[in-house]
């Protein structure tokens, strides 16, 4: 993990050159942000214009027919940014920036408070907003908090194996321990539960004991906050908003 930071925070001719084309082909911007911030599916096409120049650039891969970013350096380092593009007018990553010193205690990253205060300010803040809204920015005004908060001393990436336009998996390191963190659109109750127990399975891929869930929950009777639920001898945190 040090040298993975030491990679994100060097300036090399490679993420030099990166960050010129993105900027020269801005469809391929696009791209590159829906599947990381939204976890869409692309499928892949060597035709089209905007793909072919993301593999002749070495940004894109094709991965059981669909586009996927080539590697994940590349993607933390893209990640980190669009964060740091949206950041100045960001209310969510002022909002973690600010109240970033009650996480940390004893160098330890408290979880559960996080979310909780996240819930908070999610639900003040864009509680109102239509289904459409949140499937599109949820997951990415919850990276924009979170960033501030491990900025400096952990890292997190997103795991393109549970990525979907549903789901998706964010893996926090902090100081050798890690954090699994699920978000997910509400899909009912049935389609929460199975992703509590997938969640709980891929604790065990980690050999993690607790893990997070934050729902983006549109029926208008939910219930917002966080509760702890146990699947097994899993502890999941589970947070509403």
């Keep these: 993990m040090e040298a993975i930071n030491c990679i994100l925070k060097t300036n090399s001719p490679l993420?030099?050159?990166?960050?010129?084309?993105?900027?020269?082909?801005?469809?391929?911007r696009d791209i590159l942000q829906d599947i990381i911030y939204q976890g869409k599916r692309v499928p892949f096409s060597p035709d089209s214009k905007s793909i072919n120049i993301g593999l002749m650039f070495g940004f894109l891969k094709d991965w059981d027919g669909r586009v996927v970013v080539a590697n994940r350096i590349f993607e933390m380092r893209m990640l980190n940014m669009f964060i740091a593009e949206e950041a100045i007018n960001?209310?969510?990553?002022?909002?973690?920036?600010?109240?970033?010193?009650?996480?940390?205690?004893?160098?330890?990253?408290?979880?559960?408070?996080?979310?909780?205060?996240?819930?908070?300010?999610?639900?003040?803040?864009?509680?109102d907003n239509d289904e459409k809204f949140v499937e599109a920015y949820g997951r990415k005004f919850f990276l924009l908090y979170l960033k501030p908060i491990i900025n400096g001393t952990g890292n997190y990436y997103l795991e393109a194996q549970t990525r979907d336009s549903s789901r998706t998996d964010v893996i926090v390191d902090y100081l050798g321990q890690q954090y699994v963190v699920e978000l997910k659109i509400w899909r009912g109750n049935e389609y929460n539960e199975r992703g509590?127990?997938?969640?709980?399975?891929?604790?065990?891929?980690?050999?993690?004991?607790?893990?997070?869930?934050?729902?983006?929950?549109?029926?208008?009777?939910k219930a917002t906050g966080v509760k702890e639920l146990r699947i097994g001898d899993k502890t999941i945190v589970e947070a509403v908003v």
């Design 15 to 28: 993420f030099d050159s990166m960050t010129k084309q993105l900027d020269a082909y801005p469809d391929l």
């Design 196 to 221: 509590e127990k997938q969640l709980a399975e891929y604790l065990d891929y980690y050999h993690l004991d607790r893990g997070y869930l934050l729902s983006f929950n549109f029926n208008k009777n």
């Design 90 to 127: 960001s209310g969510a990553f002022q909002y973690g920036e600010n109240h970033q010193p009650q996480f940390i205690k004893e160098n330890r990253l408290d979880m559960d408070l996080a979310l909780e205060k996240f819930v908070e300010y999610f639900t003040e803040i864009y509680g």
